[in-house]
């Protein structure tokens, strides 16, 4: 069981959009939607940002978007603030009844 | 509120043998998935096991399967992970979380083990 894939590090201008890839395999990202994204500043517990591929928790913004398409998901973050800083991971269920996260993304605000 | 709380900061000896808790309240503890996520020193997360404790359910990543041990104890809403023979290379923070529909929503504060001679 791989660790799925993601950038090391992803930056972008205050405003702007990026997105940060996660690709795994069809034995998870490309069969199953249980695909959840968290968010962690240093020193704290990650959190919750995005799960079933694209549905936002109570208290998330609305900046913050997820896809997916074959074996890959997508984490899109709009109109970029300082306040977004931080690794951002990706996880999926897995056709072994487990689960598997990303080996993370550094996100940088310019 | 939902949270769970964990059990402090640990120092052992490699060799030595840990239990370490989370406690759940605010919720059903019995009918939700409970689980732990470990995370090395400036590494990144990595998914260990999980359980139900109402139907003792319980799945290992591949890693984990014969390292340790995850158990519950319904009756103080109650998870725990455990070593019967720590190493070095055990050392990280541990997470537990909340499992909800294919997602983790709750996560506690972290557990600290660190194992050195």
Redesign the interface.
């Known amino acids: 069981?791989s660790?799925l894939t993601q950038p090391a590090s992803v930056s972008g201008s205050p405003g702007q959009s990026i997105t940060v890839s996660c690709t795994g395999t069809s034995s998870d990202v490309g069969t199953?939607?249980?695909v959840?994204w968290?968010k962690?500043c240093p020193g704290k517990?990650?959190?919750?940002m995005i799960?079933?591929v694209g549905n936002r928790?109570s208290g998330v913004s609305n900046r913050f978007s997820g896809s997916k398409s074959g074996n890959t998901a997508s984490l899109t973050i709009s109109g970029l603030q300082a306040e977004d800083e931080g690794?951002y991971?990706c996880?999926s269920?897995t056709r072994?009844?487990?689960?598997?996260?990303?080996?993370?993304t550094k996100v940088t605000v310019l | 509120e939902v949270q769970l709380v964990q059990s402090g900061a640990e120092v052992k000896k490699p060799g030595e043998s840990l239990k370490i808790s989370c406690r759940g309240s605010g919720y059903n503890f019995n009918t939700n998935w409970i689980g732990w996520v470990r995370q090395k020193p400036g590494e990144g997360l990595e998914w260990m096991a999980i359980m139900k404790p109402d139907d003792s359910d319980i799945r290992y990543s591949p890693s984990s399967q014969g390292q340790v041990t995850i158990s519950a104890d319904k009756s103080i809403s109650t998870a725990y992970l455990q070593w019967s023979s720590l190493k070095a290379p055990d050392t990280a923070m541990y997470y537990c979380v909340r499992g909800v529909s294919g997602y983790f929503d709750i996560w506690g504060q972290g557990t600290m083990v660190t194992v050195s001679t």
Do not use: I, M
């Open positions: 069981q660790a199953y939607n249980y959840s968290y962690q517990a990650p959190k919750l799960y079933g928790p690794d991971y996880n269920y072994s009844g487990t689960y598997v996260f990303g080996t993370g």
